[in-house]
């Protein structure tokens, strides 16, 4: 497989940019809708008046949320920090938007404690939901978790709960911390007191990034985005109780890291469609890390497979998809690339490496730093993104064809040294209608609408 970048993105939005692909783009977008955008994505983006968003015309937001704002619940103030989300069906048309805060113990404004809620009272993390109608409306606006930690992304289940992610390993007596954390919380949008505060301890403590879970088995995957070498593993969790329901992973299970037999580290794959055959998966000797974080411990000789950066994760048609957003040889990594994607099919035991970004290839998504990803129901995918700049959410189409959808306006700072707040957390409403997306400081919350078809 091979790729060529065959444009450059304006950053008036007046073009488009795209990647084409031969072969490898279209894996992308397994289990997606068969539907595609336009291939020159929804024309430029307009500059919005009131300085928040701007889009292509026909299209429009609404802001249903603003860090240090009142929640509807009267519990406190909107957190800042706004991370990852996901959208669920509820009752008579309405929406369940749950959404990270990703509180480090310096984060400005903390999920407010609430009882039945909280996990560790000094943990400045957790999730908000608002509840939204069919107009997308805010009916509702409350505390979902609390007292976590650096919550970042996560992913949904397949019973329409969100498995919350903690991206820290910090101890009891670690900046305060009254708990360990490094954990996963479920999360139930539509009514947070069933699933309370409970670490789901058998699936390990370490830096989560996100997850997905096979539909059929109900194994969840795992990535975790560890920041200094060795760097993070790819996980799989095999639940006693699969596809249980609202809180069967809380029953146990095993946790187990992936092995590519010959490949130490995953950046030395640089050649997309390079497939391995056979991998192995090891069980964790000690998932709640004790003593060792995962990564540290020993894995017997023949080791186990590492990779720099591991993030966002999601499944697709007979597979899970796991992001390496980028390996640098001077932080230690095997080699240098600016982006992996690779597939991993459980039923073949096989992994392929779909798609590898630069450096030694002349392939590059537009802007910089791609992070939060998701599908598009129109067929296509959304992309987050975290860098200098101003931000963007860019769409890719199954053709090849990339194009910004949204801009954020500048948030902080002066014209002369402008700072822009990195957007997070792009998902859709059930019925595909509506892209919910963060901007992530200060925290937004938008709800766009328009021709998306």
């Not at 993105?9 to 336009?38: H, K």
Request: proline letters at 8%; charged letters at 20%; one cysteine or more.
């Amino acid at each position: 497989m091979s790729a060529t970048r065959r444009q450059i993105l304006s950053r008036t939005g007046a073009s488009v940019a795209g990647i084409a692909f031969t072969g490898a783009l279209f894996e992308l977008f397994a289990g997606s809708a068969s539907a595609t955008p336009r291939t020159a994505g929804y024309g430029p983006l307009v500059p919005d008046p009131d300085g928040l968003l701007d889009l292509p015309a026909g299209f429009r937001y609404k802001v249903l949320s603003r860090q240090g704002d009142p929640l509807r619940s009267g519990e406190g103030l909107v957190p800042g920090n706004h991370d990852g989300m996901g959208a669920f069906a509820g009752r008579r048309g309405r929406v369940h938007l749950v959404r990270n805060h990703e509180n480090r113990v310096t984060g400005k404004i903390a999920v407010p404690t609430v009882p039945g809620l909280t996990y560790d009272p000094a943990g400045k993390g957790g999730c908000t939901v608002l509840e939204l109608d069919g107009r997308n409306d805010v009916l509702g606006e409350r505390v979902a978790i609390a007292g976590t930690a650096v919550n970042c992304a996560g992913g949904p289940t397949p019973w329409n709960t969100w498995l919350t992610c903690e991206e820290t390993e910090d101890r009891a007596g670690t900046n305060g911390y009254t708990k360990d954390h490094g954990f996963i919380f479920e999360v139930d949008g539509a009514d947070p007191h069933r699933t309370g505060a409970v670490p789901l301890t058998a699936m390990g403590r370490f830096q989560h990034e996100a997850i997905a879970v096979d539909p059929r088995s109900g194994i969840v995957y795992e990535t975790e985005d560890a920041f200094e070498r060795p760097f993070g593993l790819f996980y799989r969790f095999l639940p006693e109780k699969p596809l249980g329901g609202t809180g069967s992973l809380r029953a146990g299970g095993a946790l187990e890291a992936m092995r590519v037999p010959g490949v130490p580290d995953l950046s030395a794959v640089q050649e997309a469609g390079t497939r391995f055959e056979g991998i192995e998966w090891v069980p964790v000797p000690d998932p709640l890390a004790t003593g060792t974080p995962v990564r540290h411990q020993d894995f017997g000789p023949k080791g186990i497979t590492h990779a720099q950066k591991l993030e966002g994760c999601y499944w697709g048609g007979r597979a899970v998809y796991f992001v390496s957003s980028f390996a640098r040889a001077k932080d230690g990594s095997a080699a240098t690339h600016f982006g992996q994607v690779w597939k991993y099919e459980p039923h073949r035991r096989r992994l392929t490496l779909v798609v590898v970004f630069g450096p030694s290839t002349d392939v590059r998504l537009p802007g910089e730093s791609p992070d939060n990803i998701c599908l598009a129901p129109t067929g296509g995918l959304m992309v987050c993104e975290d860098g200098d700049g101003a931000q963007h959410v860019f769409g890719v189409s199954r053709d090849g064809e990339v194009y910004a959808v949204a801009r954020g306006a500048q948030n902080i700072g002066t014209p002369e040294a402008p700072e822009w707040g990195e957007f997070a957390g792009v998902t859709f409403s059930p019925d595909g209608s509506t892209m919910y997306v963060n901007c992530y400081t200060p925290g937004t919350t938008f709800a766009v609408t328009g021709p998306w078809c």
